[in-house]
């Protein structure tokens, strides 16, 4: 193990690239990684109280939409900017791209800038799995996955290593992104499948996990696909608009979310009454609500990603990049001698500069613009 | 002029650090910085109605508040971090910090990241330079300065070279402040002077800029110091809980604001009943409300830092920075050959690697934490 980087001053941010998280997850191993990543969301969870949290913070445009996830505790705030655009794949483009920052409460320094495009298909398929430990049934080994693009490989390695799943039952409308995934996870342990439609992806799976791009309010399963006892891991229903669940399907399920303010708005949710019964997963994680309490029961966890994963995930990167050594410091905020002399910066350092520099300054350029 | 740095890739952030930022300011000169942020401010106002605005996310906490501030038009977001924390100054590092990001509507991507601290407080003064030359009297030559931390020179620099302001008479509880303050402005063509009151300072001034730090319901302005045809550019009542007038001074004055559903919050406004009327500022700088009607008219700009500021000041920063070719790329995300194929990133290159990933993730760490 290297030595961790040391910041030089504490106005310094340390900053993961992409290459620095994907060196990182290379050097823990994917399955140790989406591990501890599901060990820190578990941690966190359960002090659900300890948080000030709010619904993200969109902007929608016609071709997608940018959001900001901020959340704090009284010791550590953390912020996501992420974006969704579907149609960037034709650009060659990533759909989802995103970065945060970690920050002192105290002092308000942004101590760590990660990537978090890459750590997001990681978390997403971390708290995944978390709330599939607690709502599919333990003895899950068949999975349906509907959608195999940018996140399919994450959710399936999770499920994996973390879950037990044996065998992955994959539908894409691309047949090449279907491909890619097994050509991805060929070395695995994973049975691998292809199929040509949704039911036979579906037909005997113990767990089905949808994640689809499209920002559209899609009907990826009906209720004649879903059979007693499944789990269904719904991640692509996650936007205003976008949804991937037939109502049917949610009123023949016990229905469990992340923060019900906003899965309201943006998940499988909006498309139900405002009174339409839920369960916040972070009771069941403590205990205070209860899971799956039959093997015949419909569980669905309507997965929006919250907050509270990133922050999760960027302590995770903070506390592994440090131990191994990766990341570089970013000069982000002034280091002042004076906290009160932030002129000190463009200050001109001698009286000749300063003379100069009004001359300069008094040149007629010096006009308003009509 | 150098050539601007390259972007290698479209997926490459573009990266102002402080040091860039503190060389762009350099090589244009401050004056000419502080009037071409004015112009991007004055520009971007005048089309107000083309911005998808929201109130800032504040995560207050017992020592200050971190805020994000969002906005868009259909082909640019931009938001910004900053604290506010007044007693950073007494662990040696500065009361506000700031970054930024600008960021393509039609794709998610973020072009560029740039500090904001000193873009800030440069950014603020050419906002009220160019409130200031809307509501102020035109002979204004003299101008008060309660407050004289971090941003009091860039204050002072803008009235003096965007408003014609000759003389400044100075207060702060901390004397020292003042003394940097007169220190770092001894080269320019201004008239300065340290007062021992405020009552002293504010006496037969044309302009009264209030910018004290201090996270408290203060009272540095009361109505028996305001003289006919004053214009008051109160900057520092900007937080809720943080005001700098006495409610008198509001109700004697003209009340300008930036965003109002902001301001009602943030701004000495907070202290006024919900109905007490304001002008937006944007209305002005269309012509499409009066300003200053009458030279003994009592004018106030009640600024609290609205992210339309924000958007300008970035936009600058992004087109000045091109000239001059400074700033780095950043990679802050992925380049992918397949858009769909994110896990690439983490695939181990060879069958050989893969089988000692798959050995190394089935090793007994991957357990559960408790």
């Avoid at 050509?183 to 039911?199: F, K, Y």
């Avoid at 009174?275 to 899971?291: I, K, M, N, S, Y």
């Amino acid at each position: 193990m290297k030595h961790p980087t040391l910041i030089q001053t504490p106005t310094q941010t340390q900053f993961l690239s992409v290459e620095d998280v994907a060196a990182l997850v290379s050097q823990v191993g994917i399955a140790a990684t989406l591990q501890r990543l599901a060990d820190y969301i578990l941690e966190d969870y359960r002090r659900w109280q300890d948080f000030d949290k709010c619904a993200r913070v969109a902007s929608h445009s016609s071709d997608g939409v940018i959001e900001l996830m901020p959340i704090a505790d009284a010791i550590t705030y953390a912020f996501k900017y992420v974006n969704g655009h579907p149609k960037n794949t034709r650009l060659g483009l990533p759909t989802v791209m995103a970065f945060g920052v970690l920050a002192d409460v105290a002092t308000g320094i942004p101590v760590l800038l990660s990537e978090l495009t890459l750590s997001t298909a990681l978390r997403t398929a971390a708290m995944s799995a978390v709330a599939a430990r607690a709502l599919a049934r333990p003895d899950s080994k068949r999975m349906a996955l509907i959608g195999n693009g940018a996140q399919a490989e994450f959710q399936a390695l999770a499920f994996h290593y973390l879950l037990g799943i044996e065998e992955i039952r994959l539908f894409d409308t691309d047949a090449l992104a279907t491909r890619k995934l097994m050509r991805n996870l060929q070395h695995t342990g994973l049975r691998l499948s292809a199929c040509t439609s949704i039911a036979q992806a579906v037909r005997g799976a113990d767990i089905v996990t949808t994640v689809t791009a499209d920002k559209t309010n899609a009907t990826i399963l009906t209720p004649d696909l879903i059979e007693p006892g499944m789990h269904i891991n719904g991640v692509g229903g996650d936007c205003p608009g976008k949804t991937e669940l037939h109502p049917e399907v949610l009123r023949a399920a016990s229905v469990f979310v992340q923060y019900e303010p906003q899965t309201r708005i943006e998940g499988d949710l909006q498309q139900m009454p405002a009174d339409f019964a839920v369960t916040e997963l972070w009771q069941v994680l403590r205990d205070q609500a209860p899971g799956r309490t039959s093997e015949a029961q419909i569980t669905l966890f309507d997965s929006v990603g919250f907050a509270l994963e990133d922050y999760s995930a960027l302590r995770y990167l903070r506390d592994a990049a440090a131990a191994l050594g990766l990341g570089q410091a970013l000069s982000l905020l002034p280091e002042l001698a004076n906290p009160k002399d932030l002129f000190s910066l463009v200050r001109p350092a001698s009286h000749e500069q300063a003379a100069a520099s009004a001359r300069a300054d008094a040149e007629p350029a010096l006009a308003w613009a009509a």
